[in-house]
């Protein structure tokens, strides 16, 4: 095994057993890292992370970043809060409350350890964008009292919220505004439009797709991303972002359903169903930050991505 820098970091990924959770908690593992993975288990589970059990430098906690935590790290992730409507909508006081008291709480421990700190910020902090594609310097249309809310403006606050903690007590902070990204270990009912749909298809069941399926997104595979997390996350000090991470490979929700019909060989035929209220009509990102500063950029086109996730979900729960 390969350590980076010669030496090994103690790093705390809060969500780690969520979907991008999982995935980062392997490669740090992988690198050589000691990782303690903090979850509630929420829309996460220990299954994502079972197969790291075994490394004597994986530990696995259960706890609610909105309560204080005491540990020693050198670096944080702060990746805990649901990140599908459906689940974010469920509870969604509970849902500022983790984007808001989970970062006061997170940013204390990194202010106490000295500990550099990445949040898992969004794209939904643009809303629904009136600037296309979106860099980093537009600030956003957001709904402070619609239904989506408690997320785009949990993870606003979450922004502002580190870049007080850098200003006021330098704290070395990472925020990466994180655009569409889907998957292996999304949760099958997780009620986004990747997951949703390859579970349509793989059933022959209707694809239900929102509106007229004309409203676009960006998808970005996992592994670019958390390529990116970790290239992010071992910039200098000076490095605060915000930084925006995805793919910007723009697709209409109606060619996302096609595609998924026909990698799957599926019979499923689309129906339509009411567009959610305030749903963002398109979205992409302009990465010509984290190009410049990473030397980074997805490389897993949307065709071989589905094709992994597909093979996925069926070994997982079809076969
Ligand atoms: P996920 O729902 O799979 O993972 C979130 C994890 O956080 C879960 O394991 C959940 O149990 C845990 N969690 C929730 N509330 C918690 C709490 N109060 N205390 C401790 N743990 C808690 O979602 P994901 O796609 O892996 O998203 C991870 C992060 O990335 C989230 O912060 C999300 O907002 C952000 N993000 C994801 C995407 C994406 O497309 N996947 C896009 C933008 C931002
Ligand atoms: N905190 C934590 N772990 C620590 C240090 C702090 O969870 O190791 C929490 C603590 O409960 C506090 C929050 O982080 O509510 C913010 O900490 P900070 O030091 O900024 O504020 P203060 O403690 O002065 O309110
Ligand atoms: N969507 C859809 N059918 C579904 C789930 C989602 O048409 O079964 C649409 C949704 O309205 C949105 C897009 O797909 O326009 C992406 O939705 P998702 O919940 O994955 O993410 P977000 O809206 O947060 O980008």
């Known amino acids: 095994m390969v350590k980076h820098r010669g030496y090994s970091q103690r790093v705390l990924v809060t969500g780690g057993a969520g979907f991008l959770g ?4 392997e490669r740090l593992i992988e690198r050589g890292d000691e990782v303690l993975c903090v979850d509630n288990y929420f829309t996460g589970a220990r299954r994502n992370v079972a197969h790291l059990m075994a490394s004597p430098n994986f530990e696995l906690m259960r706890h609610d970043v909105t309560f204080p935590l005491y540990v020693e790290t050198d670096r944080i992730f702060n990746l805990a809060c649901p990140a599908s409507p459906v689940h974010y909508q469920y509870d969604p006081v509970q849902t500022t409350k983790t984007s808001v008291h989970g970062a006061i709480n997170m940013l204390g421990l990194a202010k106490r350890t000295g500990a550099t700190i990445f949040q898992a910020s969004t794209s939904e902090v643009y809303g629904d964008p009136s600037v296309h594609p979106q860099s980093e310097d537009y600030w956003g249309n957001v709904n402070p009292i619609g239904p989506r809310a408690c997320y785009d403006e949990g993870k606003r606050c ?5 870049f007080d903690y850098h200003r006021q007590y330098k704290l070395p902070i990472k925020v990466a505004r994180i655009f569409n990204t889907y998957g292996p ?29 004309q409203q676009t997104r960006s998808f970005c595979y996992v592994d670019d991303l958390i390529d990116g997390f970790l290239r992010f996350m071992d910039t200098g000090p000076e490095h605060s972002g915000p930084l925006n991470l995805g793919n910007p490979a723009e697709f209409t929700i109606l060619e996302l359903a096609e595609l998924i019909i026909e990698l799957t060989g599926s019979t499923s035929t689309i129906q339509r169903h009411p567009l959610p209220q305030d749903d963002p009509r398109q979205r992409r990102p302009d990465i010509t930050k984290a190009r410049a500063l990473l030397d980074w950029e997805p490389r897993v086109p949307l065709r071989d991505g589905l094709e992994r996730t597909i093979a996925y979900f069926r070994k997982n729960f079809f076969d």
Do not use: W
């Open 158 to 162: 979450a922004e502002t919220l580190f």
């Open 22 to 25: 999982s995935h980062l908690c």
């Open 185 to 213: 270990r999304m949760h099958p009912s997780d009620g986004r439009v990747v997951s949703n749909f390859i579970m349509q298809a793989l059933k022959g069941e209707p694809i239900t797709v929102y509106g007229e399926g």
